[in-house]
């Protein structure tokens, strides 16, 4: 590798698949199956055989618009299957033969003073392991969020996370097909509008 394509690469992000090391260039990606490139001011993986993904940070901040949640700090976490979001104050009932629940979220962290009360339809109950390997049963909730500009309906577990670094985690299942994680950045999709 020459000088001036040396400058021009710098090294990001590897995958410990067995898959080479990605590099960020920023341009010329065209002899590069596997690279990260700009496009239209986003960090894009290109693999000519396959697919275009945008990329993500480790922390990103989203919007949960079906739950009145303008702005919540998620954490990415490919470790974990299920997404799940802090809900407290948890209250269940019926209406027309569907069970719902009430719940209030506190989507900054450290501050009990910003408080969203919402509601959603009990999508089903999940038997859920937790970081500590404990399994709970915890209601499943249908939520629309908001992400880079792209709006999609995940499914949120809600539990207590107050001891967690965390007000919601965003679990694989919820990106899946959708974005590429850069493990070392965060906070891609800041401030961004709906595309």
């Not at 693999?47 to 993500?56: E, V, W």
């Not at 976490?77 to 104050?89: F, K, L, N, P, Q």
């Not at 999940?126 to 499914?155: A, T, Y």
């Not at 990106?175 to 800041?190: I, P, Q, W």
């Amino acid at each position: 590798m020459d000088l001036a394509k040396s400058i021009l690469c710098l090294i990001i992000l590897s995958i410990s698949s067995g898959c080479s090391t990605h590099k960020l260039i920023y341009k010329d990606c065209s002899l590069d199956k596997n690279c990260i490139s700009y496009e239209h001011g986003q960090p894009i993986m290109k693999n000519l055989t396959k697919y275009k993904k945008p990329l993500i940070g480790w922390r990103e901040w989203v919007e949960l618009p079906s739950l009145g949640i303008k702005e919540i700090k998620a954490k990415i976490d490919t470790g974990a299957r299920t997404s799940s979001i802090h809900a407290v104050d948890m209250k269940f009932y019926k209406r027309g033969g569907s069970e719902y629940v009430k719940f209030k979220v506190l989507p900054k962290q450290k501050n009990n003073k910003s408080v969203v009360e919402t509601h959603a339809r009990v999508y089903e109950y999940r038997n859920i392991r937790s970081s500590n390997g404990q399994v709970s049963r915890r209601p499943i909730i249908l939520s629309d969020i908001i992400l880079l500009g792209q709006k999609w309906q995940i499914e949120l577990a809600l539990s207590n996370r107050d001891e967690m670094g965390f007000r919601m985690l965003l679990g694989r299942q919820s990106f899946k097909k959708k974005f590429l994680v850069d493990a070392n950045n965060s906070f891609y999709g800041k401030k961004t509008k709906l595309k």
